[in-house]
C-alpha cells in the first residue's frame, strides 16, 4: 500500500508526520549544505530516506538527480525499498550505491580518458596480492622481509590519501631502502594493474576523483546531474571519499549525516575530522541535532551515555527514550567462552519461546555480536547442540573457512589414506613446488593404475618427474606417513598441532602482515581448542572419532533453515542495524578493547565507539557477556573483564548467578561444566567404532551434503526405536532442536550412544 495515497491533497504530509520537529526540519531545510549530527538510533538514516522522499514529492528534484551514498550495499537496498514503498514508481532512476558502486558507473562511462577500457575489471584483494608476490619475488624485496600484505597496506593508505605513485615515489625517504622498495613496487603494481585494463578497489575511488580533477568538463557533466548528494554514515569517509564528495557538491546541496562516537573505520583511514570539520568545509553550512532515540530502552541509552562519555574530544550530547527504562541489562560471566555460548542458547531458547506469549522474540530479531571471527566458533557449535538456527552475516562459517578446511583436510588425508580430494587439496598447502601440471599428471597415474594418489606418492619415480619435484613429492609423503603413524597413539590435538607445525601451514601465516591472515591464525588456533576440548570429553577418543564429531557440525553448517535465524556478526558489522534483543560476548580486555589497540594510537577510543555501537544495537534486550577462562591456541587462559564495563553504573546490570558477576563460578556454572563433560558424541567410541570413517560419514565431512541421506522431515521423540546402516538398532534417549537442526542421542546397544544429526544420518524410523 502506498502511504502517499491518503494524502492526496498534500502529497508531502505523509512524509513529516510522525517526525519530531528536529527531524521534519531536516526533511524540509532546503539549502546549499546540511549536516545532521546526532547519536545512534536518533532516526539519522530515517531522515535521509524520508528527506529524499520529500525531495521528490515536492518535485525539488527528479530522481536522475539524487546521489545518495550508504555504506554497504544492503543499506542501499533497504532505503531504496523503503522511498520506493512512500513514493512508489517515483523512486526509480536515483543513484542509490555506495561509493565503490557509484564509482564504478562513472568510471564505466569515462575510463577512456584514463587510459583504461570501459570493460574494465576490478581486482579483489586476492588478485591484488597475487600481483604484489610476485613483484616482490622479481625484486628480490624479500631480503628486506617485504610481503604481499604489508606492501598491499601500505599503497592502499596512500591511495586513500589520494597519493598516486608517483607522488608517493616524491615524498619518499631516499636513504631508506624499504621505503624505495615499497615504491618501486607500487609504480610497478600500478603499471600492472593499467596493462591488465583493472582497477584495484582503493582505485575505484582514487581514480575517480583524478578523472574529476584531470577532466574539469566531466566532472561539471555530474555536477550538472546531481543537484543533491546525501551520505549516510558521514563519519567512516576517508580523505579519497571526502574529495569525491567535496568535488561533486560544488554546486549541488550536499546533506550528511553522521555521529563521530560510531566512527569505527579509522584503521581504513576513516577520518573524523570529515564530520566535525563539516561546517568549515561548508561555508553555510546548517547543522541540525537530533536528540530523541527511537530504538532503545533508556537503560540501554544510559548504559551507551555512560560508556562513550569516556572519550575525550566530543561534544557532549545526552540521547534520551521515550520509550521508559525497559529491562536491565543482563550480565554473565561464563567459566569458559563455552558455558558463555551456552549461557547465550539458553536465553535465546527463554525469549523465543512460547511462553513468554506476545513477547516472545523471533529468532530474526535476535543477534549476536563478537570482536573477531575466530569467537564465533564456541557459539556455533552450542547453537547447533541446541538446535537454534543462525546465520553468520557477512562472513563464513567457521568449517566453511578456508584454513580449516586446509588443517581438516589434513587430518581427514592420515586418517583416511584413500581420499583423494583431501589428498590433492593440501598437496601443495601450504606451496612446495607441486603445481597444477604435477598435481594433474598424479592424479591421472592413479586413476589409471588404480591406486590413490597417496599411493602414487610412493611410487613417485615411476611418473619421470624432474629431480625438484620429485624431491618435493617425496617429502611430502614422508610427512604424511610420519603424521599418520601418530594416529593411534597420540591424543588428537597433538596431532592437530604437528600438523600444523610441521606442514608449515602455520608458519605461512604468521609471517604475513595482512590482517586476514593474522585472523586465520586465530581460527587455526581455536581448532586446535577444539580438538582438546574433544579430548577431554573423550579421553578414549582417536581421530576418526574426532573427524566424525566434527562432520556432524559442519554438515549442519550447510542446513540453513531459512524461516527466521539468529544473526551472528562481528561488530563492525553491525554498524546502521538495530534487533530487538542483543548479545554483545567476549567483553574481556584483549577482546574488546582488542589487543591490537593496545599499540594503535587512539586506539583504544576507537574500541570504546565499537562497544557503543554495539550497545545501540538493541532495541528492548541486552546482554553483556565474557568468559572467566579463553582458550587460545588449546592453552586455556584466565580472562580479565574489558575495562568498559566498569564504565556501566552497575545498577543498570543485573548480574546472573554470580553477585559481581565476576567473581568465582557458582554452581550454576559448576554444573555447566559437568554438563560439557557429560556432553559427548560417541560414549564408548574408542569402542567398536574406532578406525576409518565410514564413506558416508566422509562424504558428510567432504561437504557432500546432497549425496547422503536426506530425512527430510523425519522427527524423531525420546522413546523412538530406529535403524542405523552401520550401527544397527538403537533407542532414542534424547533429541535437541527441529526441523532440519534436530539432533537425537540414540543409544545402540553395539557401540553405546551416538549424537546424530537427524536429517543427515543413514537412520530410518522402525
Ligand atoms: N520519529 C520517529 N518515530 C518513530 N520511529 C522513529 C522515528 N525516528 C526514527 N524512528 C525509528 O528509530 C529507529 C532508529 O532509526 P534510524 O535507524 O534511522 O537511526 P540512526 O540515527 O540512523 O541510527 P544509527 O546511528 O544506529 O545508524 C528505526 O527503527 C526508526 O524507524
Ligand atoms: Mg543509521
Redesign the pocket.
Known amino acids: 500500500m502506498n502511504e502517499l495515497s491518503f494524502f492526496a491533497a498534500d502529497a508531502t504530509a505523509g512524509l513529516v508526520e510522525?517526525?519530531?520537529p528536529q527531524?521534519r526540519e531536516a526533511v524540509e531545510y532546503r539549502g546549499p549544505a546540511l549536516l545532521i549530527v546526532?547519536?545512534?538510533?536518533?532516526?539519522?538514516?530515517?531522515?535521509?530516506?524520508h528527506r529524499i522522499a520529500h525531495l521528490l514529492a515536492t518535485k525539488d528534484a527528479w530522481p536522475s538527480q539524487i546521489l545518495a551514498i550508504t555504506f554497504t550495499n544492503k543499506a542501499a537496498a533497504e532505503m531504496r525499498e523503503r522511498v520506493r514503498y512512500l513514493l512508489g514508481e517515483a523512486a526509480d532512476g536515483m543513484w542509490l550505491k555506495t561509493f565503490h558502486s557509484a564509482c564504478v558507473m562513472i568510471l564505466r562511462r569515462e575510463s577512456g580518458r584514463l587510459g583504461h577500457d570501459s570493460n574494465f575489471t576490478i581486482y579483489d584483494s586476492g588478485d591484488s596480492r597475487a600481483i604484489l608476490k610476485r613483484l616482490i619475488k622479481e625484486l628480490g624485496a624479500d631480503i628486506h622481509k617485504l610481503t604481499p600484505a604489508g606492501v598491499g597496506a601500505a599503497i592502499s593508505n596512500a591511495k586513500n590519501e589520494l597519493a598516486d605513485a608517483e607522488s608517493y615515489a616524491r615524498n619518499v625517504d631516499q636513504n631508506d631502502p624499504v621505503a624505495r622498495m615499497i615504491s618501486e613496487i607500487f609504480s610497478r603494481y600500478q603499471y600492472e594493474l593499467r596493462k591488465n585494463n583493472a582497477f584495484d578497489f582503493d582505485d575505484l575511488i582514487g581514480e575517480t576523483v583524478h578523472l574529476f580533477r584531470a577532466f574539469p568538463e566531466v566532472l561539471a557533466q555530474y555536477q550538472q546531474k546531481f543537484k543533491h548528494i546525501l551520505v549516510?554514515?558521514y563519519q567512516d569517509t576517508n580523505h579519497a571519499q571526502y574529495a569525491l564528495i567535496r568535488e561533486l557538491a560544488k554546486t549541488a546541496s550536499l546533506t550528511v549525516?553522521g555521529?563521530s562516537d560510531?566512527s569505527i573505520y579509522a584503521f581504513r583511514g576513516a577520518d573524523i575530522r570529515n564530520i566535525t570539520e563539516f561546517e568549515k568545509d561548508f561555508p553555510g553550512a546548517k547543522t541540525i541535532l537530533?536528540e530523541?532515540?527511537?530504538?532503545s530502552t533508556q537503560n540501554i541509552l544510559s548504559a551507551a551515555n555512560a560508556v562513550i562519555s569516556n572519550n575525550f574530544d566530543r561534544p557532549a550530547k545526552n540521547l534520551w527514550t521515550a520509550a521508559g527504562d525497559g529491562d536491565k541489562i543482563v550480565g554473565y560471566t561464563g567459566y569458559s567462552s563455552h558455558d558463555e555460548a551456552q549461557f547465550i542458547a539458553d536465553e535465546i531458547n527463554k525469549l523465543h519461546s512460547k511462553s513468554q506469549g506476545d513477547d516472545a522474540i523471533a529468532f530474526r530479531d535476535i543477534a549476536v555480536f563478537y570482536r573477531t571471527n575466530s569467537q564465533t566458533r564456541a557459539l556455533e557449535d552450542i547453537f547447533i547442540r541446541s538446535g537454534i538456527p543462525y546465520r553468520v552475516v557477512g562472513g563464513t562459517k567457521f568449517y566453511e573457512r578456508q584454513e580449516i578446511k586446509d588443517a581438516m583436510a589434513y587430518l581427514v588425508a592420515i586418517a583416511n589414506t584413500r581420499d583423494d580430494l583431501a589428498t590433492r587439496r593440501i598437496l601443495n598447502v601450504p606451496k612446495r613446488g607441486i603445481g597444477d601440471a604435477s598435481e594433474t599428471q598424479i592424479a591421472s597415474y592413479a586413476e589409471k593404475n588404480n591406486l590413490s594418489v597417496r599411493q602414487v606418492l610412493s611410487h613417485v619415480s615411476d611418473l619421470g618427474f624432474g629431480p625438484k619435484i620429485t624431491g618435493a613429492i617425496n617429502q611430502f609423503a614422508e610427512l604424511m606417513d610420519n603424521l599418520e603413524a601418530m594416529i593411534p597413539n597420540e591424543n588428537v590435538d597433538v596431532i592437530l598441532r604437528a600438523v600444523l607445525d610441521r606442514t608449515g601451514l602455520l608458519e605461512s601465516l604468521r609471517n604475513s602482515k595482512d590482517p586476514q591472515d593474522e585472523a586465520r591464525v586465530e581460527n587455526l588456533e581455536e581448532l586446535v581448542s577444539v580438538a582438546r576440548e574433544f579430548q577431554r570429553n573423550n579421553p578414549e577418543g582417536r581421530l576418526p572419532d574426532f573427524l566424525n564429531e566434527v562432520a556432524l557440525v559442519a554438515a549442519a553448517d550447510e542446513l540453513d533453515d531459512e524461516s527466521g535465524t539468529v544473526s551472528l556478526m562481528t561488530l563492525h558489522t553491525a554498524?546502521?542495524?538495530?534487533y530487538e534483543a542483543v548479545f554483545l560476548t567476549g567483553i574481556e580486555e584483549g577482546l574488546l578493547p582488542h589487543r591490537m589497540s593496545f599499540i594503535t594510537p587512539g586506539g583504544m577510543a576507537e574500541e570504546r565507539r565499537l562497544f557503543y555501537?554495539g550497545i545501540?544495537?538493541a532495541?528492548k534486550k541486552l546482554h553483556l557477556s565474557l568468559a572467566m577462562t579463553r582458550t587460545t591456541f588449546g592453552e586455556s587462559e584466565s580472562a580479565t573483564p574489558s575495562r568498559y564495563l566498569q564504565e556501566i553504573p552497575s545498577d543498570l546490570i543485573d548480574w546472573r548467578e554470580s553477585g559481581s558477576g565476576r567473581g568465582m563460578p557458582t554452581t550454576r556454572y559448576r554444573a555447566s561444566i559437568a554438563d560439557d563433560q557429560g556432553y559427548g558424541s560417541s560414549e564408548g567410541s574408542s569402542g567398536g567404532y574406532g578406525g576409518t570413517p565410514s564413506t558416508k560419514e566422509k562424504k558428510v565431512w567432504s561437504g557432500a551434503i546432497s549425496s547422503v541421506r536426506n530425512n527430510e522431515g523425519l522427527q524423531l521423540e525420546v522413546g523412538d526405536m530406529i535403524e542405523h546402516s552401520d550401527f544397527g538398532k538403537g533407542k532414542v534417549i534424547a533429541t535437541a532442536g527441529e526441523g532440519a537442526r534436530q539432533t537425537a542421542e540414540i543409544h545402540f546397544g553395539s557401540v553405546g550412544t551416538k549424537r546424530l544429526l537427524v536429517k543427515v544420518a543413514p537412520i530410518s524410523k522402525l
Not at 545512534?40 to 530516506?49: D, F, W
Not at 530523541?292 to 530504538?295: G, T
Open positions: 510522525g517526525l519530531n527531524q546526532a547519536g545512534a538510533g536518533s532516526g539519522k538514516t530515517r531522515v535521509l530516506t549516510d554514515e549525516v555521529d560510531q537530533l530523541q532515540n527511537y530504538r554498524k546502521g542495524l538495530e555501537v545501540t544495537r532495541r
